[in-house]
Structures are given as structure tokens and as C-alpha cells.
């Protein structure tokens, strides 16, 4: 499953019309796992008075007297458009310093190693696992 990408809201009143739009993915990311079972959609309405700068001085006496309507609302799962992400590649490079950098206790390889997508950011990364035992002791000269 894909991450939430946008949310658009039309609001339109008699010809007029306002779209809102929501496409920072970094603040959508927090939201679409709560979204898919843990998260309730809550619509509010309310007076706005007869003086201010939502109703641009068109409200006559029956201001009071409102009435809302709330349409064409379908909650889906899996039919919106999916975008894949990118497969990123680990890409191992060089052997690392010390083989302690890959702080694995029983790693006996350890190479640096950076995601095909970010050439930069390296890390350490064990590539072996290899348990060697030594029966040869050594003696004392």
C-alpha cells in the first residue's frame, strides 16, 4: 500500500469556490497508517455571525437561519492512485575500518556499505557471519 500523498478540500458557496490543498508528504506520512483504522473524520458548521470577514458584508437577516450540506464523501481502501517507491539497492563498498564498526558480535565481516539512492550517507553494514574455530594452539618460544 501506498503512503497518503493529498488531501484536497473544495468548499463552494453559490459561484464561489476555494480548494484547499494538502501535499507536504512529510506531514502526510504521520497520517496514513492513523488513517486506515484508527483515525475518525470529524465535519464541523457554525454560525459565523453577520459582521466579519467570512461573510464579506452578503449576509442579510437570515444569516442566523443557515443550512449546510456535506456531500459526496467515500471513505476506499486501495483504489486511490498508487505510487511505488523507489527500490533503493545497498549498494556494499570497501571493507570498514575495524570489523567492531558493524557492533555485531558475531560478524567477521564488516564493509561500509550506502542505499543506490544516497551515495553519501554510508554506513556499516556485516556481509559475514562466518564462525571460525582455531584447534592449533600456539606455542610459547
Known amino acids: 500500500m501506498g503512503d497518503l500523498m493529498k488531501i484536497e478540500t473544495c468548499l463552494i458557496q453559490a459561484d464561489r469556490m476555494v480548494t484547499l490543498l494538502q501535499d507536504d508528504e512529510d506531514y502526510l506520512y504521520v497520517l496514513s497508517d492513523l488513517l486506515k483504522s484508527k483515525m475518525a473524520m ?3 458548521n457554525y454560525d459565523a455571525g453577520e459582521v466579519n470577514e467570512i461573510n464579506d458584508g452578503q449576509c442579510s437577516s437570515t444569516c442566523g437561519e443557515y443550512k449546510s450540506k456535506m456531500s459526496n464523501f467515500k471513505f476506499t481502501e486501495g483504489d486511490s492512485i498508487f505510487v511505488p517507491e523507489p527500490e533503493d539497492e545497498m549498494v556494499i563498498g570497501e571493507l570498514a575500518d575495524n570489523i567492531d564498526d558493524c557492533e555485531d558480535d558475531f560478524c567477521s565481516k564488516c564493509n561500509v556499505a550506502w542505499w543506490a539512492g544516497d551515495e553519501m ?5 556485516c556481509t559475514d557471519y562466518t564462525r571460525y574455530r582455531y584447534t592449533n594452539k600456539c606455542s610459547s618460544w
Open 42 to 44: 470529524v465535519l464541523s
Open 121 to 125: 550517507e554510508t554506513f556499516n553494514t
